[in-house]
């Protein structure tokens, strides 16, 4: 009985800090870069005219010239996500904080594999705190993605 109360209740903080990390995206953390902005730009050209920033049609990578390179493991579901939620600045982070969410899915499956339900969840409670995770899952980079594809 113990076990089950302590298992529901590290479910409910998995739940509450993984809510929170929806939360305020567009104001938290400050600003747009130029990295996230030119992202925006790329996804944005490629959901309404098909094309990158430089009018490239349906391009293997996203070139910037301002930032870094976009690779089409994150540009092409992005222009999906876009298309059905928009093209804000919260929009765009709340993408890369699904991802995130969807990494620690994982974590919790991989570690219930390996070990046990209860420890699985005490992996994902630990993840889900972790200041490395919640910082990269709250900026619009594709960074997050290595975690979820490995």
Request: include cysteine; aromatic fraction near 16%; charged fraction near 10%.
């Amino acid at each position: 009985m113990l076990k089950k109360i302590s298992a529901g209740l590290i479910l409910a903080i998995i739940v509450t800090v993984n809510i929170f990390r929806f939360c305020w995206l567009d104001q938290a953390p400050q600003g747009f870069n130029v990295d996230e902005m030119a992202g925006a730009v790329s996804i944005a050209c490629l959901q309404t005219q098909g094309t990158d920033a430089h009018l490239i049609p349906h391009p293997v990578f996203f070139e910037q010239h301002y930032g870094t390179p976009k690779p089409p493991v994150y540009a092409y579901p992005a222009a999906w996500w876009a298309s059905i939620f928009g093209h804000t600045v919260d929009k765009f982070r709340a993408f890369t904080a699904f991802f995130c969410v969807l990494s620690l899915i994982g974590l919790y499956f991989l570690a219930r594999l390996k070990i046990n339900s209860i420890y699985a969840l005490l992996t994902v409670l630990l993840a889900s705190l972790s200041p490395w995770l919640w910082n990269l899952s709250r900026i619009g980079y594709e960074s997050t993605f290595c975690v979820t594809f490995s």
